[in-house]
């Protein structure tokens, strides 16, 4: 019985010297929150949740809000019903971010509880990563520190003084003060993203340009735009409604404060994120807003290339 019980505490010691960390262990813990949204948020934190765990890097939990208002126009006493009942379940949600090494939003909706903007902001500034995903940048005009992080934004009444629209032109960034409203797409097309940074390690060894999947291309997102790097952009043909005959951010990155934060702007709906060029900036942006670096291998070139959209669909549930 000794001998065995030596035989374990040995063995125990030796594996904690010697053994490899668990797979779990090395990975990266991140938080999806979603539960309001003007998109459908129930059919793409699931896509999320799985192109970061089949990336084998994560784990993922999702944070859900209390739900948004009724849909259509509401009178005011809708409206107040609508904050009366959701004001108890305001009251327990407090996300706890700084469990995790990064944040994905696919949230955009009601203001969150001043504690947990507090606390969403303190996380971030200390060094927290924070995804951006497509309409998570309509969320929170009026929140100028959630507008720092996001660099720019679209829609909910921004406009030319929420800062400039951020342009691609001749081979570098143009911050364009023009008036006008912030946020706008035509109707969904595929379209090829154009890599504009590929020493950034999100970027780095990535087929340049890609076919992506049937999206809607952001166009004249506006915000303050400091401390932004554009790692990619897209062409938003004139020859299409809205098109702006700009190439617009579609991929970038801002540091606020210690913080990391990746922005995408891909991403409208499962159809959307179906391309392997989509999945890996995705991944890959999650990565680095984790940890600054990139150890998920870039994809092949003809699994990212610029004439077709090769996909791979999450699996049907069972
Ligand atoms: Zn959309």
Redesign the pocket.
């Known amino acids: 019985m000794k001998t065995l019980r030596t035989f374990l505490t040995l063995g125990l010691i030796l594996c904690t010297l010697a053994c490899p960390p668990s797979r779990a262990a090395e990975k990266l813990k991140a938080l999806i929150v979603d539960g309001q949204n003007n ?1 459908s948020w129930e059919t793409t934190t699931p896509v999320l949740k799985w192109i970061l765990e089949e990336s084998g890097r994560f784990t993922v939990d999702v944070s859900t809000t209390p739900p948004g208002p009724p849909k259509g126009r509401l009178s005011a006493e809708q409206k107040a019903e609508h904050e009366k009942a959701n004001a108890p379940r305001w009251a327990k949600w407090r996300p706890k971010f700084g469990d995790y090494d990064v944040v994905v939003t696919n949230y955009t909706g009601d203001r969150w509880p001043d504690e947990v903007r507090a606390a969403f902001e303190l996380y971030v500034r200390n060094g927290g990563g924070l995804v951006i995903f ?2 998570a940048n309509n969320a929170f005009p009026d929140w100028p520190e959630f507008n720092e992080m996001i660099g720019v934004g679209g829609w909910g009444g921004r406009n030319e003084k929420s800062g400039p629209m951020i342009r691609w032109r001749d081979g570098k960034v143009v911050r364009d003060e023009s008036p006008g409203p912030g946020g706008t797409h035509g109707p969904q097309h595929e379209f090829v993203v154009e890599i504009r940074d590929t020493e950034h390690p999100i970027t780095k060894g990535l087929p340049t340009r890609w076919l992506h999947a049937i999206d ?1 291309l952001y166009s004249k997102l506006r915000g303050p735009a400091k401390n932004l790097t554009v790692l990619a952009t897209a062409y938003a043909d004139p020859s299409r409604r809205a098109g702006t005959g700009e190439h617009e951010p579609m991929l970038m990155t801002i540091a606020y404060g210690k913080g990391r934060v990746f922005h995408d702007a891909l991403g ?1 709906a499962p159809a959307s994120m179906v391309d392997i060029g989509f999945q890996a900036t995705l991944a890959r942006g999650t990565e680095w807003a984790a940890t600054g670096k990139v150890t998920l291998p870039a994809p092949k070139p003809e699994e990212m290339p610029a004439d077709k959209v090769v996909k791979r669909e999450m699996p049907a549930k069972p």
């Open positions: 998109h497509h309409a809607e409208h």
